[in-house]
């Protein structure tokens, strides 16, 4: 996600780290390359020029030049101010009160909506509410039948409109409220028509809708692989209908990302979730600061730790922490933890969201893909649980037997325990324990 950019702007940082003393001329050069790093990322150029000239303004003060570590300081401007673009504090999802909510998405065709409405209704019932979807597109009745699908795979109520309520979309819009207040549904979550381009006919369908249904978020699908014209149509629907929120789509794609990320500064609505793949759970609540640290390169526990608190099992981290403090990590271990990665999703994305650089950063460079995890699960289920116990008993014939048992090859097997031993090495170091010891108490 965003990788360029973060690439690039991590280069800077370092530029100005090597340099010790910040002046006004490497100042200047450092302004430069980031300036480029950001239009090359796609970032809308007004947005540059503000974001540079607050940076120049803030870093040139002489408390920061003074300061013991400038490159520090500016590096926290910097992030301050990515924050700042990316729409400040993070701002939670509306609910009515009284209920229903009403959720209703727009957005130009394929932008996603469909699929978020099916990942939005996913994460509210997560949250013990009890969601009802429904499909509103007045022209292509056949456009109810994905989010039929959608929500017959997640078990989430799902409205059908029939063709005598298609008839008179105003009634229909009546009705379908009326059934989400008196069967008790919160949200309500409405998916609407797309279009290739903003068109004024769409344009009075979603005001009609929103005039009757009066929903608590108009939250506009951004595709963030669509570049300017996504900022450009947030803006066009921002005018003509009047919008409460962002949530952008596909950020996990190669999309260059910057105009993405300009959206919420040059409309001035809040980016609430961001969808980083097609399934129903890729969705990632949007925190401005968080996502500049991570494009920083200064990693984003908080997610992550927020997201192994919610699907580790508490008891197994508590003992895997114990094992940790004593060392006695066996592969055993090993297979667990690629289990759990398993269940949080992507290991690259994982990898991501630690700090680059620093003691990661041989971790990071493990690269084991998503695939391999099934992979190496297979070979540590071809060894005898001594093997697994002591792995420095596993000769040659033992890799080459575990190889043939686990139908992998045999450098994967060796690669595996290569692996297996660097993160043993790397947990010995006092750095680790250090940061291990804030982990679950060992009783
Ligand atoms: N990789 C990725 N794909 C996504 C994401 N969100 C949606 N998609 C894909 O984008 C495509 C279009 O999604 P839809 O949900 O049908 O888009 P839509 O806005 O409802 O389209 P129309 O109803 O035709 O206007 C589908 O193939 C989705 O799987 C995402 O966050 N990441
Ligand atoms: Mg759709």
């Given at each position: 996600m965003l990788d360029q950019l973060s690439n690039r702007l991590q280069k800077v940082m370092k530029f100005l780290r090597g340099e010790g003393k910040i002046t006004e001329s490497n100042m200047s050069e450092a302004l430069k390359m980031l300036r480029m790093a950001l239009l090359e990322a796609d970032v809308n150029y007004k947005v540059v020029k503000d974001f540079e000239a607050k940076i120049k303004e803030k870093a040139l003060d002489q408390k920061v030049l003074d300061s013991l570590n400038p490159a520090q300081h500016v590096t926290k401007i910097v992030r301050d101010e990515l924050t700042y673009i990316l729409g400040h504090d993070a701002k939670k999802l509306e609910f009515a009160s009284p209920s229903p909510s009403v959720f209703m998405l727009v957005g130009l065709q394929g932008s996603g909506k469909t699929t978020t409405c099916g990942k939005l209704a996913n994460w509210v019932r997560d949250l013990q509410k009890n969601p009802l979807v429904v499909s509103i597109d007045l022209?292509?009745?056949?456009?109810?039948?994905?989010?039929?699908?959608?929500?017959?795979?997640?078990?989430?109520?799902?409205?059908?409109?029939?063709?005598?309520?298609?008839?008179?979309?105003?009634?229909?819009?009546?009705?379908?409220?009326?059934?989400?207040?008196?069967?008790?549904?919160?949200?309500?979550?409405?998916?609407?028509?797309?279009?290739?381009?903003?068109?004024?006919?769409l344009m009075e369908e979603l005001r009609m809708v929103k005039e009757i249904l009066k929903p608590t978020e108009v939250i506009f699908v951004g595709d963030s692989m669509t570049g300017q014209d996504a900022v450009k149509s947030a803006q066009l629907f921002e005018e003509k209908i009047g919008l409460t929120s962002i949530i952008l789509t596909k950020l996990d794609g190669d999309s260059r990302g910057g105009a993405a990320l300009s959206m919420a500064s040059v409309t001035g609505k809040p980016i609430k979730f961001v969808g980083v793949g097609e399934?129903?759970?890729?969705?990632?609540?949007?925190h401005p600061d968080r996502m500049a640290s991570r494009i920083l390169g200064m990693g984003d526990m908080l997610t992550l730790i927020e997201k192994a608190e919610k699907q580790a099992d508490l008891k197994e981290a508590e003992e895997f922490a114990q094992k940790l403090r004593k060392q006695e990590f066996s592969l055993e271990d090993f297979?667990?933890?690629?289990?759990?990665?398993?269940?949080?999703?992507?290991?690259?994305?994982?990898?991501?969201?630690?700090?680059?650089?620093?003691?990661?950063?041989?971790?990071?460079?493990?690269?084991?893909?998503?695939?391999?995890i099934v992979y190496f699960e297979a070979i540590i289920n071809s060894m005898t649980k001594n093997e697994r116990d002591n792995p420095k008993i596993i000769s040659g014939s033992r890799r080459a037997r575990i190889a043939r048992g686990s139908g992998r090859p045999a450098s994967e097997v060796n690669q595996l325990l290569k692996q297996f031993f660097e993160m043993k090495k790397m947990m010995k170091k006092s750095q680790f324990q250090k940061l291990i010891s804030n982990l679950p108490p060992s009783r």
């Open positions: 022209k292509r009745p056949a456009a109810q039948e994905q989010l039929k699908m959608i929500s017959t795979q997640l078990s989430i109520p799902f409205y059908e409109l029939s063709k005598k309520q298609m008839a008179s979309p105003k009634k229909a819009l009546e009705d379908v409220l009326k059934n989400a207040k008196n069967q008790n549904h919160d949200p309500l979550i409405v998916d609407t028509a797309g279009r290739l381009h903003v068109d004024e006919e399934k129903f759970d890729k969705l990632e609540v949007f297979k667990k933890q690629l289990v759990q990665l398993k269940k949080m999703g992507s290991l690259s994305q994982f990898l991501h969201m630690l700090p680059s650089g620093g003691m990661f950063k041989n971790v990071s460079n493990l690269s084991i893909d998503d695939k391999k």
